[in-house]
């Protein structure tokens, strides 16, 4: 199975928009500061034939989860919110979610969230508060 990059991107997209406390999610990396709470699905790297003669490919991506300035102190909370494990506010369970689950929608085989980060991301000239979210899909 190999999976059309835009699908993974829509379906992450549309899963990540299942969380109530992100306001917008964003399929691309948008040009402008973007209102927030808000979702951004990153570029998408492809390892091709990781098995099986083109049975297998291997897609990694970044999810960013971004939440207000950097001045402002509710940003935290706003991300440990997020930041959860499990649970209706949680990035991971959001993304690992789906119809059938862990499959982003059919879009892969496989998906997995790996890791989160804490990071600033400067957009439209203004620094955020964010994590970023290595997000691992197999199809």
């Known amino acids: ?17 299942t969380i109530t406390a992100i306001r917008k999610v964003y399929d691309y990396i948008p040009d402008t500061a973007p209102p927030t709470p808000c979702g951004i699905i990153g570029n998408v790297s ?19 989860a971004v939440v207000s300035r950097m001045s402002e102190r509710s940003g935290t909370d706003e991300l440990d919110a ?14 690992e979610a789906g119809s059938p689950t862990r499959t982003l929608n059919g ?12 990071i600033s991301i400067t957009m439209g000239g203004v620094e955020f508060f964010a994590y ?4 691992e899909a197999y199809g």
């Open 107 to 118: 879009a892969v085989s496989t998906v997995r969230v790996t890791t989160a980060t804490p």
């Open 82 to 95: 997020l930041l959860a494990g499990s649970g209706s506010g949680s990035v991971k369970t959001a993304l």
């Open 46 to 64: 492809v390892v091709w034939d990781d098995s099986m003669q083109r049975g297998l490919d291997n897609y990694t991506f970044e999810v960013y």
């Open 132 to 135: 970023r979210y290595e997000v």
């Open 1 to 17: 199975m190999s999976a059309n990059i835009s699908t993974l991107r829509a379906n992450a997209a549309t899963l990540l928009d």
